[in-house]
């Protein structure tokens, strides 16, 4: 009996282990390669805000229309917080400046991050950038 408990506790933690060990996490401190398309809700609708690629740990665009954009490298902490080492497009122009970018790998959805804009006026905007 003891013998059949202990392979039934084995087997449960074995799958423990390998389940965890293939959900995406952020300890490579990057997020999988991959189109990111972004947006916001303002007033009642979703307004696109183009699209952010991401290879390896840089990154380019927001890009509209498909304009290739310069790439440039990122950094993503163990909390999933991430530095954009680069300018982000209207995220950093005209006064705008990123307050706190979040990524979201669950692996329930898709793969996304959260991106926090202060405006010049101190206000705040929130959009999402989801993997396509």
Request: net charge negative; charged share 10%.
């Amino acid at each position: 009996m003891a013998s059949s408990t202990s392979r039934i506790l084995l087997g449960i933690l074995f799958l423990v282990v390998a389940t965890g060990g293939a959900r995406a996490d952020f300890s490579d401190g990057k997020m999988p390669d991959g189109s990111y398309h972004c947006e916001v809700y303002l007033l009642g609708l979703f307004l696109d805000l183009g699209e952010i690629t991401i290879k390896g740990n840089a990154y380019s665009g927001p890009a509209n229309f498909g304009m290739p954009q310069q790439a440039y490298n990122y950094q993503m902490d163990a909390n999933g917080v991430i530095s954009w080492l680069g300018p982000l497009g209207g995220y950093t122009t005209g006064g705008n400046a990123i307050s706190l970018t979040q990524a979201t790998l669950d692996g329930q959805s898709p793969p996304s991050f959260d991106i926090i804009m202060k405006q010049p006026d101190g206000a705040f905007t929130a959009s999402t950038c989801t993997k396509n």
